[in-house]
Structure formats: structure tokens, C-alpha cells
């Protein structure tokens, strides 16, 4: 851990509150032992014997173990401790095969999922730093379905040669499955990769500092945060609460996903460089909204952005990527970035347009946008005809956004880019089908007003969110929003847009 000692203290303490809250609901012997929800419970400890009995007074010492034994509704306790692994649980069948460190393809069901949770208020850390396996590695498989991870610890996978692209912290391929409470970091590639499966939720999870550094595209160049690079039929994955920070490549990357996906919540900043440094790595974006190699494609789908921060970072803050079609990017806050938000998207002809369904967006300092003509985009900060000033926020600092969680596991209560009492930012927003307070959505991630009765949930504006048809240059007025805008020509590529592509670490 990079932490301080101080925070790393705050962060037990939050991940045992949280942790102690939940246990008494599914606390063995109480009762949900009445509930078909109830299974069995094991335990796993560092210093446990698979020979053992998988209870808490015998514990086993493998998660694999485990796995090999659980049935759906059971639950797996690992106990706090470090568990290092040396070699993956098969041979490389060549330098560039791939392999597993751990291999969960044991499913739950609907209702009954298999649990590996941390015990309460301990941390099982997996370190696969030590592995020298001769191929791609995972560091966790996850193959199953209706399984849940919660307050694991996942670091240090490696690339043992320059012939890959990367390896993988958390490698994900089965459907319905939970991440939550997950720091995973330090990895030679992403730490949390949907290859494939929907209804996956990644909560409350942190990835950072991952640095493939030994990748055959080029040092830096695969190492994201998050990333969902799914086929289509695979709706449902969303990210919600997550934090990605130092990662080499981009924070979050939804390059060649062909299932629509959810980003909200989630915090950007400081990708795209040699992880705790200013040396530039990968692309660098904090939000990385599609794309499917720079090409236009018919099978692009619409993702969501929302309520969600990135700054420092590198490249954008909020990037589309040459995606085809406008996703949803709605009150997001972006600062520092170049640019903060880059909707450089693709027309059916291949060539360079706006893409991007914008309201209630929040860019100061650094670029504040590139590539908006062509977008649907209205009631954003950019919009209003006011120079932004410090004084509009609590706090700018772009330091502690990696304090520790809320006991729920919620990401901790910053006064930092959230808007002052007296912002003029306050309800210049539109609905967007998301809750607000006072009269109307404010622009950003932090919804500020108080005071005033929450409204309820009010039709969508009059304007369509999504913009029916292809939006082009010539049309983007069309799609209509209250301020007028003039149809221009789509502004010409600059040389660094086309470094941005990012088409490998989706294989
Ligand atoms: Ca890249
Ligand atoms: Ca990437
Ligand atoms: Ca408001």
C-alpha cells in the first residue's frame, strides 16, 4: 500500500465498520439460516491446511480450495493476511498463452450467490508479485456467474516477458457477478478487465497504479484502471463508486464494447503517467467512452457516463474516443484536463465529428472542450457566458481524493471541486431523469443546493437526452436544445488525436 500509515489505519477502520455492519445480516446461525439465501460458511486463512475443515477454528489455506467445495448461496470468509502466490495453477503453453493465478468458474445462482468476502475488519491481500510464470497472467479468473468479491486486496501481477500486451489483476468473463470493496493495484496491465458477461457490478472498487511496463505495444500503453471491452447481448455492467488513479494507460476504457455500459460516480485522475511520477505513459484518459479502433462502426453502442470527476489527467478528462454514436455524458465534472471533455467522434463516412449527448457538465482550468460540433450539448458550464473563478468551489485541491471510504463503502465526503453556498453554478442545470435538490440539477458531480425539498423525478426536458438519428455536423442543431448554436464544420484532426486511438488492450 502506498498510503500513509494514517490513512491506512482510517481505511481498516472504515472497510471493519462497513464490514461489521453487513455481517450481521447474513451471520451464520441467525436468521437467514431460515432463508433459501443461507449456505454454508468457511473460512480461508493464510495460515490455514486445505487438509483442514474449513471452519473458523480450522480454516482452509486456498481460495481454490474453497471454490473446489462451495455450492451457490455459501459463503467464504478469508481471513486477513497475505496470500502470495509464486507460479499460476497451469502451465504456459507459450510465451504468450495465458494462465491463471486463481481460477473462480464455480457459479452462484440468482439470489444465492457464492461469496468470498473478507472477514470482517481483516484485509486478505493476494500478491502475485512473486509469480514468474513465462506467459499472460490473471492474477483472479473469473469465469462463473452469481459470484461476489468484497474487501479483497489483488496486487502485483506480472509480465514476465515483452511479447503481450499486458496481464491482468481481476479478469473477468462470467455474468451477474459483484466487485466490491476491491483495491486492486500494482498490476503490469489493468486491474479490473470485463472481457465479456453482463450484469457485472463493479462497486466501491479502486484501481491505481498499474504500470504494464513491459507491454509489446509499448510501455504504458495497456495498464488501465477499469476497462469493459464486451461483445454484444451483454447488457448490464456497470461501474459505480470507483476510483482509478496513476494507472499508465487510461482510468476507465470502453474501447470495443459492444453492450452498452455505465459509468457513474467514478473518479479519474493522474492516468496516463508512470505511476506516482509526472512522466508521460499510455493515453491518459480519465473517462474513456468507446471507440472501436477509430473506425466507424454499425454495431457501436450508446454508453452512460454520469455524476462522475476526473482530473490531472493526462490526455481528457471525458474522451469519446472516435466512437460512432453520441453517448450520455451528464453531470460530470471535469478539471485540468486536456481537454476536459473531447467528444471527437466518427460519421458514418468515416470522417471526424462531434459525439455526445452533454448536459449539466462542469469544465474549469486546462482545455475545456475540443470536438463539439456535431454534439447535442446544452446547459453545461461552457455555456453559461461566465468566466469561472476558484471562488465558485469549496475547495480545488487535487490532493486526498484517495482517503479513505465511508463505512458503507462510499466514497469519502471531500469538500474538494464541490460548489460553494453561493456558486452560480447552483440549479443551472436541466433534468436528466437523475434525483436533485432546489429547482433544478446543478452542474457537476456534486449536487449542492440545500435547503429546498427534494423534487421529484420530472419528465425529460423537451429536448430529447438522446439525439434520434445520426447527429452530423450540418445537424447537430437540429437535435434540439433552447441555445441557439450555429452548425460549423467539423474541426480538423490534430496529430495527437490520432495517438489517442487505443485498439489493443481490448484483445
Ligand atoms: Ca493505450
Ligand atoms: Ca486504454
Ligand atoms: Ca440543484
Given at each position: 500500500?502506498?498510503?500513509?500509515?494514517?490513512?491506512r489505519?482510517?481505511?481498516?477502520?472504515?472497510?471493519?465498520?462497513?464490514?461489521?455492519?453487513?455481517?450481521a445480516?447474513?451471520?451464520?446461525?441467525?436468521?437467514?439460516?431460515s432463508?433459501?439465501?443461507?449456505?454454508?460458511t468457511?473460512?480461508?486463512?493464510?495460515?490455514?491446511?486445505?487438509?483442514?475443515?474449513?471452519?473458523?477454528?480450522?480454516?482452509?489455506a486456498?481460495?481454490?480450495?474453497?471454490?473446489?467445495?462451495?455450492?451457490?448461496?455459501?459463503?467464504?470468509?478469508?481471513?486477513?493476511?497475505?496470500y502470495?502466490y509464486t507460479?499460476?495453477?497451469?502451465?504456459?503453453?507459450?510465451?504468450?498463452?495465458?494462465?491463471?493465478?486463481i481460477?473462480?468458474?464455480?457459479?452462484?445462482?440468482?439470489g444465492?450467490?457464492?461469496?468470498?468476502?473478507?472477514y470482517?475488519?481483516?484485509?486478505?491481500?493476494?500478491?502475485?508479485?512473486?509469480?514468474?510464470?513465462d506467459?499472460?497472467?490473471?492474477?483472479f479468473?473469473?469465469?462463473?456467474?452469481?459470484?461476489?468479491?468484497?474487501?479483497?486486496?489483488v496486487?502485483?501481477?506480472?509480465?514476465?516477458?515483452?511479447?503481450?500486451h499486458?496481464?491482468?489483476?481481476i479478469?473477468?468473463?462470467?455474468?451477474n457477478?459483484?466487485?466490491?470493496?476491491?483495491?486492486t493495484h500494482?498490476?503490469?496491465?489493468?486491474?479490473?478487465?470485463?472481457?465479456?458477461?453482463?450484469?457485472?457490478?463493479?462497486l466501491?472498487?479502486?484501481s491505481?497504479d498499474?504500470?504494464?511496463?513491459?507491454?509489446s505495444?509499448?510501455?504504458?500503453?495497456?495498464?488501465d484502471?477499469?476497462?469493459?471491452?464486451?461483445?454484444?447481448?451483454?447488457?448490464?455492467?456497470?461501474?459505480?463508486?470507483?476510483?482509478?488513479?496513476?494507472?499508465?494507460?487510461?482510468?476507465?476504457d470502453?474501447?470495443?464494447?459492444?453492450?452498452?455500459?455505465?459509468?457513474?460516480?467514478?473518479?479519474a485522475w493522474?492516468?496516463?503517467?508512470?505511476?506516482?511520477?509526472?512522466?508521460g505513459?499510455?493515453?491518459?484518459?480519465?473517462?474513456?467512452a468507446g471507440?472501436?479502433?477509430g473506425?466507424?462502426?454499425?454495431?457501436a453502442?450508446?454508453h452512460?457516463?454520469?455524476?462522475?470527476?476526473?482530473?490531472?489527467?493526462?490526455?481528457?478528462?471525458?474522451?469519446?474516443?472516435?466512437?460512432?454514436?453520441?453517448?450520455?455524458?451528464f453531470?460530470?465534472?471535469s478539471?485540468?484536463?486536456?481537454p476536459?471533455?473531447?467528444?471527437?467522434?466518427v460519421?458514418?463516412?468515416?470522417a471526424?465529428?462531434?459525439?455526445g449527448?452533454?448536459r449539466?457538465n462542469?469544465?474549469?482550468?486546462?482545455?475545456?472542450?475540443?470536438?463539439m460540433?456535431?454534439?447535442?450539448?446544452?446547459?453545461?458550464?461552457?455555456?453559461?457566458?461566465?468566466?469561472?473563478?476558484?471562488?465558485?468551489?469549496?475547495?480545488?485541491?487535487?490532493?486526498g481524493w484517495?482517503?479513505?471510504?465511508q463505512?458503507?463503502g462510499?466514497?469519502?465526503a471531500?469538500?474538494?471541486?464541490?460548489?460553494a453556498?453561493?456558486?452560480t453554478?447552483?440549479?443551472?442545470?436541466?433534468?436528466?431523469?437523475l434525483?436533485?435538490?432546489?429547482?433544478?440539477?446543478?452542474?457537476?458531480?456534486?449536487?449542492?443546493s440545500?435547503?429546498?425539498?427534494?423534487?421529484?423525478?420530472?419528465?425529460?426536458?423537451?429536448?430529447p437526452?438522446?439525439?434520434?438519428?445520426?447527429?452530423d455536423?450540418?445537424?447537430?442543431?437540429?437535435?434540439?436544445?433552447p441555445?441557439?448554436?450555429?452548425?460549423?464544420?467539423?474541426?480538423?484532426?490534430?496529430?495527437?488525436?490520432?495517438?489517442?486511438?487505443?485498439?489493443?488492450?481490448?484483445?
Amino acid at each position: 500500500m502506498h498510503l500513509p500509515p494514517r490513512w491506512r489505519a482510517l481505511r481498516l477502520i472504515a472497510a471493519a465498520s462497513a464490514a461489521l455492519g453487513l455481517s450481521a445480516a447474513i451471520a451464520p446461525g441467525t436468521a437467514a439460516a431460515s432463508s433459501a439465501a443461507a449456505g454454508n460458511t468457511y473460512y480461508v486463512a493464510p495460515n490455514g491446511n486445505d487438509n483442514a475443515a474449513g471452519t473458523q477454528a480450522a480454516p482452509w489455506a486456498s481460495i481454490a480450495h474453497a471454490q473446489a467445495v462451495v455450492t451457490a448461496g455459501d459463503t467464504v470468509y478469508l481471513r486477513g493476511g497475505t496470500y502470495a502466490y509464486t507460479r499460476a495453477n497451469s502451465a504456459c503453453a507459450s510465451q504468450t498463452a495465458r494462465v491463471d493465478a486463481i481460477t473462480l468458474n464455480r457459479s452462484g445462482a440468482p439470489g444465492n450467490p457464492i461469496r468470498y468476502w473478507a472477514y470482517p475488519g481483516e484485509k486478505p491481500v493476494f500478491d502475485f508479485s512473486r509469480m514468474r510464470d513465462d506467459c499472460r497472467i490473471k492474477g483472479f479468473d473469473v469465469t462463473g456467474n452469481w459470484i461476489h468479491l468484497k474487501g479483497l486486496e489483488v496486487t502485483g501481477v506480472p509480465q514476465n516477458n515483452n511479447l503481450n500486451h499486458e496481464s491482468w489483476g481481476i479478469w473477468i468473463s462470467g455474468s451477474n457477478n459483484t466487485f466490491e470493496l476491491i483495491d486492486t493495484h500494482h498490476h503490469m496491465g489493468p486491474g479490473l478487465f470485463i472481457q465479456n458477461g453482463g450484469g457485472n457490478l463493479v462497486l466501491n472498487t479502486d484501481s491505481h497504479d498499474n504500470y504494464d511496463l513491459r507491454s509489446s505495444n509499448g510501455a504504458g500503453e495497456s495498464a488501465d484502471g477499469f476497462g469493459a471491452h464486451i461483445p454484444a447481448g451483454n447488457a448490464g455492467n456497470v461501474f459505480r463508486g470507483c476510483r482509478a488513479w496513476w494507472n499508465a494507460d487510461d482510468g476507465f476504457d470502453l474501447i470495443s464494447a459492444y453492450s452498452s455500459v455505465i459509468i457513474e460516480n467514478s473518479w479519474a485522475w493522474r492516468n496516463g503517467y508512470v505511476p506516482g511520477t509526472t512522466t508521460g505513459a499510455g493515453n491518459g484518459n480519465g473517462f474513456k467512452a468507446g471507440g472501436y479502433g477509430g473506425d466507424y462502426d454499425p454495431g457501436a453502442v450508446k454508453h452512460t457516463v454520469r455524476t462522475s470527476v476526473a482530473f490531472l489527467n493526462k490526455a481528457a478528462g471525458f474522451y469519446a474516443n472516435h466512437h460512432p454514436i453520441a453517448n450520455d455524458y451528464f453531470n460530470n465534472t471535469s478539471y485540468g484536463n486536456h481537454p476536459d471533455f473531447n467528444m471527437l467522434g466518427v460519421d458514418s463516412g468515416g470522417a471526424a465529428v462531434g459525439r455526445g449527448n452533454l448536459r449539466n457538465n462542469l469544465a474549469y482550468t486546462g482545455t475545456l472542450t475540443s470536438n463539439m460540433n456535431g454534439t447535442n450539448a446544452a446547459y453545461n458550464s461552457w455555456h453559461l457566458g461566465v468566466t469561472l473563478t476558484d471562488s465558485q468551489f469549496q475547495s480545488v485541491s487535487t490532493s486526498g481524493w484517495d482517503a479513505p471510504r465511508q463505512a458503507d463503502g462510499s466514497l469519502p465526503a471531500l469538500p474538494h471541486l464541490r460548489l460553494a453556498a453561493n456558486s452560480t453554478l447552483i440549479d443551472k442545470g436541466t433534468s436528466v431523469g437523475l434525483p436533485y435538490k432546489g429547482s433544478a440539477p446543478d452542474l457537476g458531480a456534486f449536487e449542492q443546493s440545500a435547503g429546498t425539498p427534494p423534487a421529484v423525478r420530472h419528465e425529460a426536458e423537451s429536448a430529447p437526452a438522446v439525439c434520434p438519428g445520426t447527429i452530423d455536423a450540418d445537424h447537430g442543431s437540429r437535435c434540439g436544445h433552447p441555445i441557439g448554436r450555429t452548425a460549423r464544420p467539423a474541426p480538423a484532426l490534430s496529430p495527437g488525436h490520432r495517438s489517442l486511438l487505443d485498439t489493443r488492450e481490448a484483445s
